[in-house]
């Protein structure tokens, strides 16, 4: 299955805008390249998306699990969109 694996994506709090820091850079590691994704406003956005389906009234456990899947998968969709301008440039 190794074989298949392309690289693989890391979030990471990077600064906020103005402050010298980068949205995303990468790294190679063990062979693979990785990408580091800035991840800042995934949980607010997360909890955000969650209150507006009326989830946000679980039990505190279930709703830290439910807002860590949600700004998980935000942050993925952010890297994939971002591939596709890049592809769309191209």
Same mark, same amino acid.
């Given at each position: 299955?190794? /074989?298949?694996? +392309?690289? $693989? &994506?890391?979030? &990471?709090?990077?600064?906020?805008?103005?402050?010298?820091?980068? #949205?995303?850079? %990468?790294?190679?590691?063990?062979? @693979? *390249?990785?990408? &580091?994704? /800035?991840?800042? $406003? #995934?949980?607010? =956005?997360?909890? %955000? %998306? &969650?209150? =507006? $389906?009326?989830?946000?009234?679980? +039990?505190? *456990?279930?709703?830290?699990?439910?807002?860590? +899947?949600?700004?998980?998968?935000?942050? @993925?969709? #952010?890297? @994939?969109?971002?591939?596709?301008? /890049?592809?769309?440039?191209?």
């Amino acid at each position: 299955m190794c /074989d298949r694996v +392309r690289g $693989f &994506l890391a979030s &990471l709090q990077a600064a906020e805008a103005g402050s010298g820091g980068s #949205s995303s850079s %990468s790294i190679n590691l063990a062979a @693979l *390249p990785a990408v &580091l994704w /800035d991840e800042r $406003f #995934s949980s607010l =956005e997360a909890r %955000s %998306s &969650l209150s =507006e $389906f009326k989830i946000g009234d679980m +039990r505190a *456990p279930k709703y830290k699990k439910a807002t860590d +899947r949600v700004a998980a998968a935000l942050i @993925l969709q #952010s890297f @994939l969109d971002d591939r596709s301008d /890049d592809v769309a440039d191209d």
